[in-house]
């Protein structure tokens, strides 16, 4: 059966469009809602798509035609099979090797507290072959790294996501040739290198596009498309047009007095305005998360700072004295210091409920557990992975866990569920030689307690002056939520716990 396809219903402010692009060509089989055509107006590039399954029958309207609203476009015939074209013949190779099975690969089912994420690394590309769970790409999101592995043994077919690219929930990021060998897939991937490359302009820009780029002195490389898959829309020409108008007269004249810079030049970095070299690096959606999580929780939050000193003598006196014996107990992890201020903190915020609860508008959330988040340093950025219910955590297995922490944050393993959550955080600066800091407080939580360096220090026992290893503390809280009475009482708990370790068995 024959059927129309129209140009889409334009609305009232649009008056017509423009055939930009054809996917199918006579001849050619359509599965239902395959995209066949794009329909370009001043405002926007408007999808076509097949209304069965069948084959392209006439083109009516050629690319570059102006159309009116629901003009017919083509003549498309209804479960009509395709016939032997030549350009079918020519992807005879391709076929070829698509004739195994093609699986797609898609990005991770990211929780709803992450709206998208950024494809970040491709470790394979296309014609490489893979072997079953083979790191293949990472996906970075505002707050952890994901890894996709290979779905089974094959090769990747074709890239459709680039590194930089947004993705959402489980968007196609890649097809996939399970079974395939890198010799088989060889063919494909050149002959979609070779039609990419041939019809990589006309894909960025659409016919009325293309004419004012020509009218304009423009390339494709000069204007940044903000269309529909990085299109370059008609909008798009006219402003690079008026930046370069408006753009200093003397700079090319200057441009063209100026030294040429020489070859030595590092080729990853750019000149700056005196010619002494500078290197521009997007931020990454972990560090602008970060960024805006900080500033946000000073703008908002009635940040207080109180600070307090601990003498660290009895925790290393106990630690030297039971390293080993712990060690060997507990199947060799290692006691730090850590897990003593982990259970201190846990014990402290029983006693004063206010730190250990978050703002949400209005609402004041009491919570009836401790969940600790441990800052980790990495090399994408800070983490605060959360060990869950420390109250019922022993210092072994607290230890244990800020160590598996600090290797997959390493690693760039930490999950989704390891970040989500927390009732308060402790973040160690000593461990890069800071003496004494503020913290920021990670929202909604209400506190935070930052630990220093261990520096030996006169200090006046019973009437002497003694050299004692003490330590500063911080504790950064909001006010809106914590007096200031209950932040120094809570920091002074936790230095008395810390000063006798025996309270801390004794919960007193």
Request: a negative charge; aromatic letters at 4%.
């Amino acid at each position: 059966m024959s059927i129309e396809i129209k140009a889409p219903t334009f609305p009232e402010s649009v008056a017509d469009g423009t055939v930009a692009t054809w996917y199918k060509q006579p001849g050619e089989a359509c599965a239902r809602d395959e995209h066949i055509v794009d329909i370009e107006t001043d405002k926007v590039v408007l999808e076509v798509v097949a209304p069965a399954d069948g084959v392209l029958k006439e083109i009516l309207k050629a690319e570059g035609d102006i159309v009116l609203s629901d003009e017919v476009l083509a003549i498309f015939e209804s479960g009509a099979a395709a016939s032997a074209a030549p350009a079918e013949k020519a992807a005879a190779p391709a076929a070829a090797a698509s004739s195994k099975e093609t699986v797609q690969i898609k990005a991770p089912t990211f929780p709803e507290s992450v709206a998208d994420g950024t494809v970040a690394t491709w470790y394979k590309q296309p014609g490489e072959a893979c072997t079953r769970d083979d790191h293949i790409v990472d996906i970075e999101t505002d707050k952890v790294v994901l890894e996709v592995v290979a779905p089974a043994d094959g090769v990747i077919g074709e890239i459709l996501k680039n590194e930089g690219e947004t993705v959402l929930s489980d968007e196609v990021l890649a097809n996939f040739l399970v079974g395939a060998s890198g010799s088989e897939a060889a063919p494909a991937a050149q002959a979609e290198s070779a039609s990419s490359t041939d019809a990589d302009e006309d894909g960025v820009a659409g016919p009325a596009a293309r004419k004012a780029l020509s009218e304009a002195g423009l390339t494709v490389a000069q204007v940044k498309g903000t269309g529909k898959g990085g299109r370059i829309t008609k909008e798009d020409v006219d402003a690079a047009v008026k930046a370069k108008a408006s753009a200093p007269a003397a700079a090319p004249a200057k441009a063209a007095s100026a030294p040429a810079p020489k070859a030595a030049a590092a080729p990853m970095a750019a000149l700056g305005a005196e010619g002494r070299i500078e290197k521009r690096v997007p931020m990454t959606r972990l560090r602008a998360t970060i960024a805006k999580r900080l500033v946000d929780a000073q703008q908002t939050a009635a940040l207080l700072t109180t600070y307090n000193e601990v003498n660290m003598g009895p925790i290393m006196e106990l630690r030297k004295k039971y390293k080993d014996e712990f060690m060997k107990a507990h199947n060799g992890t290692k006691l730090g210091f850590m897990s003593f201020f982990v259970k201190a903190a846990t014990e402290a915020l029983k006693r004063f409920p206010a730190v250990n609860a978050s703002i949400d508008g209005n609402d004041m959330v009491y919570h009836g557990y401790q969940d600790i988040g441990v800052a980790v340093s990495t090399d994408r950025g800070l983490m605060v992975p959360v060990l869950r219910n420390t109250e019922a955590m022993g210092l072994a297995d607290i230890e244990s866990a800020i160590m598996d922490f600090a290797l997959r944050g390493r690693d760039g393993k930490l999950g989704m569920d390891d970040m989500q959550g927390g009732t308060f955080t402790i973040t160690n600066g000593g461990t890069f030689g800071s003496l004494l800091s503020t913290p920021i407080i990670n929202p909604p939580q209400t506190g935070i307690l930052g630990m220093h360096k261990i520096q030996e220090r006169p200090m006046a026992v019973n009437g002497q002056v003694v050299i004692q290893p003490m330590m500063y503390l911080a504790l950064s809280y909001d006010h809106r939520m914590i007096d200031g009475k209950e932040a120094v009482q809570f920091l002074v708990t936790i230095k008395d716990l810390l000063e006798d370790p025996a309270r801390l068995l004794l919960e007193i």
